[in-house]
């Protein structure tokens, strides 16, 4: 897949290109369903699949937010790329692309710089300067420009719309259980093992502890897949203050099940499969070394009922 680094660094085109417009964040079960539709349409016309998606994400930009991203942009393109897409243009969101007005947006980027043929959208996309336009106004565009719109209907699950908004809540209330629902896969987060304060050695436990990009960190006792080296290895993650020792920074520790080897310095991924427990203040350590005994009889408990294998190649890293 090929990724372009804003407009100025579009190819020809020449054939025309078959066009998803959206941020894509976390790319959920409803972004799934847009890049479906993209790739089937481009492979029976015989055209290019596109991807115009933005970085930051506009409500940082228009509403002076600091929105929390589902994933980092590494994660993102990784995610369009295996959907089988063929290539990538990231644009800037800046106050003069959010300026545009919805006739601007479409002469300029849609047709004139993309060549689009066709533009495949979710069914609630607004575009142009404070958003004006809609589906209907993308739709008469297309008629008197030449390109067919295809809105895609909203992913429905438990009778709530699949939004990345939604997602957001639900990561950040630590209920990972139904954010994977909605993701249609484990909640994912990566990173760096960096050095700590070797406390989990000291209560015989192990752990890796992570430095990550990702800017939601659901707090809270996981069972996770920790990804490493082309392999996933069960795995039991802490993402709190540790508030039995006094308290602090907000953490990430892994303790991975039946590993001995040296994991500083390596990157590693996490994906939460489910949720044990809150973190919680024990009195000593001792009560903090039979509350882990017992997430780690859990974890492993739910995985046999499961017939669960994690010990394998770690998807789209082979």
Known sequence: ???????????????????????FDGLHLGHQKILGCLVEKARENELVSLVLTFSPHPERVLEGGRIAMIQTLEQRLAGIRSAGVHAVLLASFDRAFAGLTSAEFVNRIVVSSLKAKEVVIGENFRFGRSRQGDVD????FGRNLG?????I??????GQVVSSSLIRRLL????????????????EIEGRVVRGSGRGRELGFRTANIQTPNEILPRGV???????LGFSHPSLTNIGRRPTFGGGCLQVETHIFAFQGMLYRRR????????????????????????VQKDIAAAQAYLEKRGTNITAAAPGRR
Do not use: C, W
Request: no cysteine; hydrophobic share 40%; aromatic share 8%.
């Open 137 to 140: 106004d993308l739709r008469r």
């Open 268 to 291: 590693i991924g996490l994906r939460f499969l489910r949720k044990l427990r809150v973190e919680k203040k024990y009195a000593s350590p001792e009560g903090l070394i039979r509350q």
């Open 153 to 158: 209907p909203s992913a429905i699950r438990g």
């Open 222 to 228: 996981y069972l996770t897949a920790a990804d490493f």
């Open 1 to 23: 897949m090929k990724v372009l680094r804003g407009l100025h660094e579009r190819p020809a085109f020449r054939g025309g290109t078959v066009v998803a417009i959206g941020n």
């Open 172 to 187: 950040d209330e630590g209920r990972i259980n139904e954010a994977n629902t909605l993701l249609g896969r484990p909640y």
């Open 147 to 151: 390109f067919a719109v295809n809105p």
